[in-house]
T-cell receptor, first 112, second 113 residues
């Protein structure tokens, strides 16, 4: 069974800092990997989707990379802002079945 | 934002009572999913549907049933609620081809007392 891990579970940084969130998975047989943001009491919002054939995706201040062979993805946030404070989750979609496997998330706090 | 509506948003019920949660989408997406989110476990798939009347189990399906009689509606039923089913329940949708994004509703907070 696919296992998805996100470390650290929580991260606190001063405003303006660049930061990296990590996601690792045990089975490299994936269709894609998706990064989500979740605000307290809310649903998940899709940030970036990387197909298995891609190396990275960018959206504004966000850049996600994928190294399928090593089972790792990173989400890079440039020039962090207090509004970036949220929990960030990654999920991989396996080749078999129709299952998404989620990490437990990294809770990010950006201090003004 | 994807047009996904979950109802109710909050519910408190007693052990042993039946509970039905509703997910309604306006995107005409083929795939619909029910997840539960619990501290320390992340999101876990309960059931999913790949078309009208076509459903399949996820990793935590025991104690839950689903129905999809229309493309836009996906119902999750707890036949006899237990305290272990206290959780936040999320509905999600995707177009279906395996390369598409997953979109989520706002969730239902369910408390079983």
């Amino acid at each position: 069974k696919q296992e998805v891990t996100q470390i650290p579970a929580a991260l606190s940084v001063p405003e303006g800092e660049n930061l990296v969130l990590n996601c690792s998975f045990t089975d490299s047989a994936i269709y894609n990997l998706q990064w989500f943001r979740q605000d307290p009491g809310k649903g998940l919002t899709s940030l970036l989707l990387i197909q298995s054939s891609q190396r990275e995706q960018t959206s504004g201040r966000l850049n996600a990379s994928l190294d399928k062979s090593s089972g790792r993805s990173t989400l890079y946030i440039a020039a962090s802002q207090p509004g970036d404070s949220a929990t960030y989750l990654c999920a991989v979609r396996g080749l078999v079945g129709n299952q998404f496997y989620f990490g437990t998330g990294t809770s990010l706090t950006v201090i003004p | 934002d994807a047009g996904i509506t979950q109802s109710p948003r909050h519910k408190v019920t007693e052990t042993g009572t039946p509970v039905t949660l509703r997910c309604h989408q306006t995107e005409n997406h083929r795939y619909m999913y029910w997840y539960r989110q619990d501290p320390g476990h992340g999101l876990r798939l309960i059931h999913y549907s790949y078309g009208v009347k076509d459903t399949d189990k996820g990793e935590v399906s025991d104690g839950y049933s689903v129905s999809r009689s229309k493309t836009e509606d996906f119902l999750l039923t707890l036949e006899s609620a237990t305290s272990s089913q206290t959780s936040v329940y999320f509905c999600a949708i995707s177009e279906g081809h395996r390369r598409e994004k997953l979109f989520f509703g706002s969730g239902t907070q369910l408390s079983v007392l």
